[in-house]
Nanobody, 127 residues
Framework: QVQLVESGGGSVQSGGSLRLSCAAS????????MGWFRQAPGKDREGVVV???????TYADSVKGRFTISRDTAKGTLYLQMNSLKPEDTAIYYC?????????????????????WGQGTQVTVST
């Protein structure tokens, strides 16, 4: 079991930046795939970016070049640096984790492949 708590959401104007954090606690003796997902009003939850314990990353095309994921294993914290934000980035952002049963590299952006979720943090980008 792992517990995830996001922070850092807020409201910014188009072109601005935000940094999200996700603090993990619980069973940290094993390694996890971790990622960020988002859900806009009336839309399904979609994968934004994932990172394996080997620190290799997979980004959704919509955020490549603008968002950067990182993880500090010692602190048990996952980050998402979001630059050049657009109104279409407005959503609730969720941190997710799943034990890396199949190896240190994670590539799946499918929500069904993650079993642990935070409560979400709102990001609103205005024009």
């Amino acid at each position: 079991q792992v517990q995830l708590v996001e922070s850092g959401g807020g409201s910014v104007q188009s072109g601005g930046s935000l940094r999200l954090s996700c603090a993990a606690s619980g069973n940290t003796r094993r390694t996890y795939c971790m990622g960020w997902f988002r859900q806009a009003p009336g839309k399904d939850r979609e994968g934004v970016v994932v990172i394996g314990s080997d620190r290799r990353t997979t980004y959704a095309d919509s955020v490549k070049g603008r968002f950067t994921i990182s993880r500090d294993t010692a602190k048990g914290t996952l980050y998402l640096q979001m630059n050049s934000l657009k109104p279409e980035d407005t959503a609730i952002y969720y941190c997710a984790a799943e034990p890396d049963y199949y190896g240190p590299t994670c590539t799946s952006l499918r929500k069904r492949d993650f079993g642990f979720w935070g409560q979400g943090t709102q990001v609103t980008v205005s024009t």
